[in-house]
């Protein structure tokens, strides 16, 4: 099972990833730098937090023409798991493997805090070890984390219960409180919320490890969908 | 060839800033402010192209990059 990180310049939540999943997980993983050709066979690729390419024109606009993204999508395309964190996940709506957007937050303030995010849906490679309702608390730090949607969209989304967590009080305006969704397939999870900084008791918080027990748990079969 | 790109929120969007702009300017005194909304402008200068390679290159780079069309709108004026 190999975990891949992916690198951007403005990347600054990779090396928590990389030491949650190595270090708190005991998982293979690389970092891959966004400049890649030829990308390695991974199971799961995580595009991590930070300011891609500084944020510049909107976030996460730029990073989805980094040489390595075309793999990327290739990837996601058959169906492996893709992660997007915060700016990744910024980046995978720009890239429309994920439905909306984000734009600013509705207080015009970027908001780092813990807050209580409630599980929505359980059938999925990301949240299979949680419980349905679960309430975990979660780090955000986020300056463009309101999401938005189309009506249109936001319906088709409901019905396939493609929300996976959302904010039990919300900091930022996204519309129906969300804070997690994935695609239509289930493979591909973006979230404003940051698990990997809560994956270790020294860290004062656990309840991230869960997201990410739930991918192991599905890469070695343990959890397959009903 | 010179063009310029603007690129703002659609309507459907919330523009917090564009209102927290417009609360400022009632505060100043423009009580008849009702509406701001806050969006880009790109300036670009694109070399020896004819004007209609402009036009159809602006599109494309508006729809690829400039612009994400889930929540904002585009235009564009090629100056010659």
């Given at each position: 099972?190999?975990?891949?990180?992916?690198?951007?310049?403005?990347?600054?939540?990779?090396?928590?990833?990389?030491?949650?999943?190595?270090?708190?997980?005991?998982?293979?993983?690389?970092?891959?730098w966004?400049?890649?050709?030829?990308?390695?066979?991974?199971?799961?690729?995580?595009?991590?937090?930070?300011?891609?390419?500084?944020?510049?024109?909107?976030?996460?606009?730029?990073?989805?023409f980094?040489?390595?993204?075309?793999?990327?999508?290739?990837?996601?395309?058959?169906?492996?798991?893709?992660?997007?964190?915060?700016?990744?996940?910024?980046?995978?709506?720009?890239?429309?493997?994920?439905?909306?957007?984000?734009?600013?937050?509705?207080?015009?303030?970027?908001?780092?805090?813990?807050?209580?995010?409630?599980?929505?849906?359980?059938?999925?490679?990301?949240?299979?070890?949680?419980?349905l309702?679960?309430?975990?608390?979660?780090p955000?730090?986020?300056?463009?984390?309101?999401?938005?949607?189309?009506?249109?969209?936001?319906?088709?989304?409901?019905?396939?219960?493609?929300?996976?967590?959302?904010?039990?009080?919300?900091?930022?305006?996204?519309?129906?409180?969300?804070?997690?969704?994935?695609?239509?397939?289930?493979?591909?999870?973006?979230?404003?919320?940051h698990?990997e900084?809560?994956?270790?008791?020294?860290?004062?918080?656990?309840?991230?490890?869960?997201?990410?027990?739930?991918?192991?748990?599905?890469?070695?079969?343990?959890?397959?969908?009903? | 060839?010179?063009?310029?790109?603007?690129?703002?929120l659609?309507?459907?969007?919330?523009?917090?800033?564009?209102?927290?702009?417009?609360?400022?300017?009632?505060?100043?005194?423009?009580?008849?402010?009702?509406?701001?909304?806050?969006?880009?402008?790109?300036?670009?200068?694109?070399?020896?192209?004819?004007k209609?390679?402009?036009?159809?290159?602006?599109?494309?780079?508006?729809?690829?990059?400039?612009a994400?069309?889930?929540?904002?709108?585009?235009?564009?004026e090629?100056?010659?």
């Amino acid at each position: 099972m190999k975990f891949g990180i992916v690198v951007f310049p403005g990347s600054n939540c990779d090396i928590d990833c990389y030491h949650a999943l190595r270090d708190s997980l005991n998982q293979d993983v690389d970092y891959i730098w966004h400049d890649t050709e030829g990308l390695k066979e991974y199971d799961c690729i995580i595009l991590p937090g930070g300011f891609s390419y500084g944020d510049y024109l909107r976030c996460g606009a730029v990073a989805p023409f980094s040489k390595v993204m075309d793999e990327i999508r290739v990837h996601a395309e058959k169906g492996k798991l893709l992660v997007g964190i915060c700016n990744g996940f910024q980046i995978l709506t720009e890239m429309g493997l994920l439905p909306g957007a984000l734009v600013r937050n509705k207080n015009l303030k970027f908001i780092c805090n813990t807050v209580p995010l409630k599980v929505e849906n359980i059938d999925t490679p990301f949240t299979n070890r949680c419980d349905l309702g679960q309430v975990i608390n979660i780090p955000i730090a986020h300056g463009e984390g309101n999401y938005v949607v189309e009506k249109d969209e936001l319906a088709k989304m409901k019905e396939n219960r493609q929300i996976l967590f959302t904010y039990q009080e919300n900091p930022n305006g996204s519309v129906l409180d969300i804070a997690g969704i994935c695609n239509e397939g289930k493979n591909v999870l973006g979230m404003m919320p940051h698990p990997e900084r809560a994956c270790e008791e020294l860290l004062g918080n656990r309840e991230g490890r869960l997201v990410f027990e739930s991918i192991i748990s599905f890469l070695e079969g343990g959890w397959k969908s009903e | 060839m010179k063009a310029k790109v603007y690129v703002t929120l659609k309507k459907s969007i919330a523009d917090p800033q564009g209102n927290a702009i417009g609360k400022a300017l009632n505060k100043i005194g423009y009580d008849n402010v009702e509406d701001v909304r806050i969006g880009k402008l790109i300036e670009t200068e694109l070399g020896e192209v004819t004007k209609e390679t402009a036009e159809k290159q602006l599109k494309e780079m508006c729809e690829k990059l400039l612009a994400n069309t889930v929540i904002e709108q585009y235009s564009f004026e090629v100056l010659g």
